[in-house]
């Protein structure tokens, strides 16, 4: 393809994040100008090409040659088998139903990541520490459904994403309360990982044990409503059962941040934490965060940001495939 054609066919982009419940669509008109974001359920479309076909009906079908999908699952090669939802499709089968000349997809959470390298610092609220170094290594991590871990390297070439699984390492408790929640989750579960605490499903486990503990008949609570009854100050166990879930996202950053060497901060992103962040500010993560004996003024330099950006799965998914058309070029 000549220079002109590729200039032609380049904009706009279509960039999309995949989860197990919804589907989230936008154009990239131009760099980083992402417009006409819709958000379809998956369960209301057979395949993952219906799904993009509706988008790109309700948007006037514009001529797209590159695409890049962002999606909750491992990309281990051309087929993707949906881990929470029923799609199932091979890429170069795709992209070829979709006339496309490129189709890339990436694990959300790396789109997650990638899209730390791009945030604006109104998108952003500092949690303690100082400054971060300009190039130091960033940390990832985000609570939510379940539990992401990435983390950004710096390169001459840009910033490099890590894909990696790091939400299933084996969670390691810092005192004896945390002792006993680990040990109920062992009895039910057999391993228990980070990702067993630091979800939404985790918040609700945590309140379960506790109430075990007191010996208090257990309410079937979703983690809003625990979270809704923590903060109204209707439920002293509700409030315990938050602080525990933010000293334990405390332990597993700081270990993260010290694995990564993490100068350039530490990236909370998710759904979770943005519902209560002015309690967040104030409870008991930073003080956990920092307490590494030896490493404690270590931690205490790096500053801990939480994410506000609405949708950083379709912005990292067009930072990807800039990021490979540039490659390719």
């Known amino acids: 393809m000549s220079t002109m054609q590729t200039e032609i066919t380049a904009w706009p982009r279509l960039v999309a994040d995949i989860g197990g419940t919804n589907a989230r669509f936008a154009l990239e008109t131009a760099p980083q100008q992402i417009e006409h974001i819709e958000v379809l359920a998956c369960n209301d479309y057979d395949t993952v090409v219906d799904a993009v076909r509706e988008y790109l009906n309700r948007v006037g079908n514009p001529k797209i040659s590159h695409a890049a999908i962002a999606i909750a699952n491992p990309i281990l090669g051309d087929w993707v088998q949906m881990t ?80 990696g699984e790091g939400g299933h390492v084996s969670f390691s408790p810092f005192d004896d309360t945390e002792i006993m929640i680990w040990e109920y989750a062992k009895k039910k579960f057999g391993h228990v990982s980070a990702e067993r605490f630091l979800s939404g499903a985790g918040l609700t486990l945590i309140h379960e044990a506790l109430a075990a503990r007191e010996g208090v008949k257990r309410e079937r609570m979703t983690a809003a409503e625990i979270s809704e009854r923590a903060l109204s100050g209707t439920s002293p166990l509700s409030r315990l059962t938050l602080d525990i879930f933010c000293a334990m996202l405390g332990t597993v950053s700081s270990n993260l941040a010290l694995t990564l060497g993490a100068s350039g901060g530490v990236y909370l992103c998710g759904g979770i934490i943005p519902r209560f962040i002015e309690y967040f500010k104030n409870s008991p993560f930073r003080n956990r965060f920092e307490s590494k004996g030896r490493f404690d003024a ?23 495939l800039e990021n490979h058309l540039t490659e390719r070029a």
Request: hydrophobic residues 45%.
């Open 298 to 320: 270590y931690l205490a330099a790096i500053p801990v940001y939480v994410v506000l950006s609405r949708y950083p799965g379709i912005t990292g998914a067009a930072v990807a």
């Open 84 to 163: 929470n939802h029923h799609w199932a499709f091979s890429i170069e089968t795709t992209r070829q139903a979709l006339h496309l000349e490129t189709l890339i997809l990436l694990n959300d959470f790396t789109a997650q990541a990638l899209a730390i390298s791009r945030i604006a610092d109104e998108d952003l609220v500092q949690i303690g520490g100082t400054k971060s170094v300009p190039n130091g290594p960033k940390a990832v991590i985000g609570p939510g459904t379940g539990l992401g871990v990435s983390g950004l390297i710096p390169s001459k070439s840009g910033w490099i994403p890590l894909a």
